[in-house]
């Protein structure tokens, strides 16, 4: 079965620094992995997905992500980080092969240190 | 706009009084689902529906039921709430397409559901 594992559910960053959100994945069938994002009092949005191809995706915002076979890894990361980027973002991976169906992660909850 | 519509947004009710909460899309998809999201657990899919008369459980369905009547509307009811339902809830849809398209779920803004 598929699994999404979020490190750490809370991630404090300062204005400017770089974020990293870390996701690792198991997928019995090639992965099609997604990150989402939920600001407060919102629904979620995509923010960027890999289904096949280049490895550095780049999403809305500033977000990427590098999809890594090896590692089994989908790490999101900006360079900057601005006082709007605080809210809560969600890790997801296809449940199967032609699958319309995601396993989420747990979630982390990003905040931005002025 | 394309978009997904809830309602309720916000929903205080008591144990045992049944409730739904409707759930629309405009936008032709014909996968639906709904999600609970709670503190620390994530979003665990309840139901979801392929197509029209095509609906099917997700990881925790106990306790709720769901239709699809009609290609827009997914509503989701609670015939006999008990507090352990207490939490948020989204509706999402998606459209066909290959390339992993299909993954790409529009999300409602959600409802939160309190059972007292």
């Known amino acids: 079965a598929q699994s999404v594992t979020q490190l750490g559910s809370h991630v404090s960053v300062s204005e400017g620094a770089l974020v990293l959100l870390r996701c690792n994945y198991s997928s019995s069938v090639p992965p099609y992995l997604f990150w989402y994002v939920q600001y407060p009092n919102q629904g979620l949005q995509l923010l960027l997905k890999?289904?096949?191809?280049?490895?550095l995706v780049k999403g809305i915002n500033g977000f990427e992500a590098e999809f890594k076979k090896s590692e089994t890894s989908f790490h999101l990361t900006k360079p900057s980080a601005h006082m709007s980027d605080a809210a809560e973002y969600f890790c997801a991976v296809r449940k199967g092969a032609g699958s319309y169906q995601l396993t989420f992660g747990k979630g982390t909850k990003l905040s931005v240190i002025p | 706009e394309a978009q997904v519509t809830q309602n309720p947004r916000y929903l205080i009710t008591v144990t045992g009084k049944k409730l739904t909460v409707t759930c629309s899309q405009n936008m032709n998809h014909e996968y639906m689902s709904w999600y609970r999201q709670d503190p620390g657990l994530g979003l665990r899919q309840i139901y979801y529906?392929?197509?029209?008369?095509?609906?099917d459980k997700g990881d925790v369905p106990e306790g709720y039921k769901v239709s699809r009547k009609e290609k827009r509307n997914f509503p989701l009811i609670l015939e006999s709430p008990s507090p352990n339902q207490t939490s948020l809830y989204f509706c999402?849809?998606?459209?066909?397409?290959?390339?992993?398209?299909?993954?790409?779920?529009?999300f409602g803004p959600g409802t939160r559901l309190t059972v007292l």
């Open positions: 999402a849809s998606s459209p066909p397409g290959a390339g992993g398209s299909y993954n790409e779920q529009f």
């Open positions: 529906s392929m197509n029209v008369e095509v609906t």
């Open positions: 890999y289904t096949t191809g280049a490895t």
